[in-house]
Structures are given as structure tokens and as C-alpha cells.
């Protein structure tokens, strides 16, 4: 059963506009949620966090949001770049009681058309 | 060089071959990870190095074997893998702290295609 999960396999955004990935978890003892961004042939990179004791945390174009009582977490980008089309990871883990190893999505692959 | 390196890239074996993975890290982190990512599935992770402490997925077959000589060094050895096993093998690193954050930074990763 997956424990975090990326309903969107896949989005396409116009570059300018706002990007939004949606994430969504399951397991309650989750407290630090991740994004990270991989291009083909490459690694993931980390791109952005937050702790369950905030709602919001802001880097640059990147902004992650997260509702605790919805257990759903979203990365905006804006504005979007052509540059930003990669698949997009969320991940979740749990420093106090739950396993400090992230759990991974599936990913989320978005395109941004120039 | 910095960051993580994985050595080879890209990996062609027969079944009945045995070939290693290497993973290197040069970040000063205290542990290590495998993970495999197949097509349309999440990242599943294999093995963790963390302190001295080796933790390993037991759904892992036995043909994946993994090696953790140092803090900065990691390998995965495979042996009479099966075409299944064809994936992208990524190892990762991070710094473990008591009651922190674990933030991984991972290699580019070895294609393997198991013929």
C-alpha cells in the first residue's frame, strides 16, 4: 500500500503560468516532507522541504504548502520554465517515532511549453 | 569530485554474469543507500548504511549483495540476476543526526539491463 502517493502521472503548464504538484500521504507519523526534481539520465535533486510544524516554506520560485489535517502537500511553481520540465518527487518521512528514510511518490513528470 | 558518483553509468549483463556497482560519496555524510527505480513505481529502497548500522528492504533477493567498506564507499554486487532486474540502480547519502532532518543526495545513477 502506498504511503505517499502522486495521482498525476503527468502535467503540462505554459511557461509563465503556475506549475501545482499535488502530493498526498497516508501515514500519520510523517513530519518532514521533501521534493525533489530529476531530469533523464540523471540523479534525483533536492529541491525543497518543510516540517510539519510549518504550512509554508518559500525558495525563490519554489513554494511548498502543506495541509496536516488534509495530509496533502503541494509544490507551486511560479512563474514556470522551460527549464522546470522534469519528473518531480515528493517524499515523506518521520523524525520522531517513524523511519528518518523518505518515502517516495511515483513521481509527477511536468512539461512547461515555451 | 564532488557530490555522489556512481561508476559504471550504464551496465549490460547476462544472467549468469557477476558484475559490482560502485558508489561514492564526497560529501562527508555517515550513511549510504541503494535504490532501484523501475519504470512508473515509486523509488523502492534496497539498503541503508547508516552509523555502522546496515538496514535492508527483505523483499531484496539475495542476488543483490551489498558491501559498505568505509562511510564514503558503497557497492552493490549482483549475481545471476534476472531481466526483471533491468532498473535504474540509484545510490544516495546523507547526515545522519540525532532528532534531525534527513535530507539524501543521490548519484546519476547506473542503467543496468539484464539480457
Known amino acids: 500500500d502506498q504511503q505517499v502517493k502522486q495521482n498525476s502521472p503527468s502535467l503540462s503548464v505554459q511557461e509563465g503560468r503556475i506549475s501545482i504538484l499535488n502530493c498526498d500521504y497516508t501515514n500519520s507519523m510523517f513530519d518532514y516532507f521533501l521534493w525533489y526534481k530529476k531530469y533523464p539520465a540523471e540523479g534525483p535533486t533536492f529541491l525543497i522541504s518543510i516540517s510539519s510544524i510549518k504550512d509554508k516554506n518559500e525558495d525563490g520560485r519554489f513554494t511548498v504548502f502543506l495541509n496536516k489535517s488534509a495530509k496533502h502537500l503541494s509544490l507551486h511553481i511560479v512563474p514556470s520554465q522551460p527549464g522546470d520540465s522534469a519528473v518531480y518527487f515528493c517524499a515523506a518521512s518521520g523524525r520522531t517515532g517513524g523511519s528518518y528514510i523518505p518515502t517516495f511518490g511515483r513521481g509527477t513528470s511536468l512539461i512547461v511549453h515555451p | 569530485e564532488t557530490g555522489v558518483t556512481q561508476t559504471p553509468r550504464h551496465l549490460v549483463m547476462g544472467m549468469t554474469n557477476k558484475k559490482s556497482l560502485k558508489c561514492e560519496q564526497h560529501?562527508?555524510?555517515?550513511?549510504m543507500y541503494w535504490y532501484k527505480q523501475s519504470a512508473k513505481k515509486p523509488l523502492e529502497l534496497m539498503f541503508v548504511?547508516?552509523?555502522?548500522?546496515?538496514?535492508e528492504n527483505n523483499s531484496v533477493p539475495s542476488r543483490f549483495s551489498p558491501e559498505c567498506p568505509n562511510s564514503s564507499h558503497l557497492f552493490l554486487h549482483l549475481h545471476t540476476l534476472q531481466p526483471e532486474d533491468s532498473a535504474l540502480y540509484l545510490c544516495?547519502?546523507?547526515?545522519?543526526?540525532?532528532?534531525?532532518?534527513?535530507?539524501?543526495?543521490f548519484g546519476p545513477g547506473t542503467r543496468l539491463t539484464v539480457l
Open positions: 548504511y547508516s552509523l555502522e548500522e546496515r538496514v
Open positions: 560529501l562527508g555524510h555517515n550513511a
Open positions: 544516495a547519502s546523507s547526515l545522519r543526526t540525532s532528532g534531525g532532518v534527513d535530507t539524501q543526495y
